[in-house]
């Protein structure tokens, strides 16, 4: 495991609790997406691995260095690409990369830099100062800078916060690209399509709490539910008395039906409920299942988690 997280707590003078006791592993090359609403602890927990956080308790070690006790190798390590856009105006693209990787004692590198820049599509805009980029083009000057020193282990802090939609793609490309070089990526999203799209696993956090951490399909496929949306021929008042005791809902024109079903049982009830169709005289036009999303899971996780 490259990241090991132990029983990780933070809590502030005022007695608010950021963090409650959080543990996870993360293995080299994943992507970990961490989803959670305003003030879960998603930032809080990110600063305190990467040292700008002190913790209350716990313990986190990066490649096995402490970073309480090995701070300097544990944070050679890891880049981070933070939510807010904090870069110097008048200086050029190509400075201030080269500047960040000095700053970790990394010996001149021309040519990584130019491939950095060149992944990111900053090449072209190398001489441009930061203040004439758009805020797209800045937050990939971020990632370009968190990545100069060659990191294993990268945060990506709300990465396309405020990034049009064809950018964000082309960002999730770039992230996609990363982990073949090896690189272990963690990210903070609201963005719950940006989870889908390219982690492998996905952690929940609410109230500075991890209310789980698994594999994005088993996730889906053990919390997830299926719609059967049953389309009629003709047009039905009511339910037959035989499927009033279903979980079958007609539609108000009456021109559809639609069941719920749990993945996770053996017996879904689908074949009973086409024989119970046709024992009625309805006639069907059409069939289709729908798969709950990964957004629909996590608000009911975390709806669970506020009652």
């Not at 008048?90 to 990369?97: A, H, P, Q, Y």
């Amino acid at each position: 495991m490259l990241l090991k997280v132990n029983e990780l707590s933070k809590t502030y003078v005022s007695g608010f609790e950021a963090l409650k006791g959080i543990s996870l592993q993360v293995k080299r090359g994943e992507i970990l997406a961490l989803l959670g609403p305003n003030g879960a602890g998603k930032t809080t927990l990110i600063s305190t691995i990467c040292g700008i956080t002190k913790p209350s308790s716990g313990s986190v070690s990066i490649d096995g260095y402490d970073i309480s006790k090995n701070f300097r190798d544990a944070r050679k390590l890891v880049g981070l690409v933070p939510q807010d856009i904090t870069l110097e105006p008048f200086e050029k693209v190509m400075n201030t990369i080269k500047f960040s990787r000095g700053l970790f004692g990394k010996k001149k590198d021309d040519a990584l830099i130019e491939k950095i820049l060149d992944k990111l599509s900053l090449w072209e805009k190398r001489d441009s100062r930061i203040m004439e980029l758009s805020g797209g083009m800045k937050r990939r000057v971020l990632i370009a800078k968190a990545l100069s020193h060659e990191p294993r282990l990268l945060f990506l802090d709300e990465p396309t916060a405020g990034v049009d939609v064809e950018l964000r793609q082309s960002m999730w490309n770039v992230v996609a690209d990363l982990k073949k070089d090896g690189v272990t990526i963690i990210l903070t999203t609201h963005y719950i399509e940006e989870a889908e799209a390219i982690a492998d696993r996905v952690g929940i956090i609410n109230k500075g709490e991890l209310l789980l951490i698994e594999d994005k399909a088993s996730l889906m496929n053990r919390l997830g539910q299926k719609v059967l949306k049953i389309d009629l021929q003709k047009s039905l008042k009511k339910l037959p008395k035989e499927l009033d005791k279903k979980s079958v809902k007609l539609s108000d024109d009456g021109m559809s039906l639609t069941y719920v079903y749990d993945t996770k049982q053996k017996r879904t009830g689908i074949t009973k409920l086409l024989s119970d169709l046709s024992n009625s005289g309805i006639n069907l036009r059409d069939i289709q299942t729908d798969q709950s999303s990964l957004e629909e899971i996590f608000v009911n996780l975390v709806r669970e988690n506020v009652q």
